[in-house]
Nanobody, 119 residues
């Protein structure tokens, strides 16, 4: 089992920066890849960024390229998403997820953290 806990969400203005974090615990050695997803009201959940546990970044959505950066600190078992130049359309609940069986198949999820960007 892997437990994930997000933190760092909040209300910001357009153009601001925010960093959300995800603390992982449990069998973290079994994790192949971690990702940040988001879900806005009335929309499907989408993958924002993904990174392998060895540090190789495997994905950034086109909508966030150049603005968001995923990173991880293995010593702290923590995943980060640095979000710069935030836009109102970035408003969503942000979830971290872990893939412990194979790349791209996420089987553990956090509870989510709300990010709201006002215009």
């Amino acid at each position: 089992q892997v437990q994930l806990a997000e933190s760092g969400g909040g209300l910001v203005q357009a153009g601001d920066s925010l960093r959300v974090s995800c603390a992982a615990s449990g069998r973290t050695a079994s994790v192949y890849e971690m990702g940040w997803f988001r879900q806005a009201p009335g929309k499907e959940r989408e993958l924002v960024a993904a990174i392998r546990w060895n540090g190789i970044i495997t994905y950034h959505a086109d909508s966030v390229k150049g603005r968001f950066t995923i990173s991880r600190d293995n010593a702290k078992n923590t995943l980060y998403l640095q979000m710069n130049s935030l836009k109102p359309e970035d408003t969503a609940v942000y979830y971290c997820a872990a893939a412990s069986q194979r790349l791209g198949e996420y089987d553990y999820w956090g509870q989510g953290t709300q990010v709201t960007v006002s215009s």
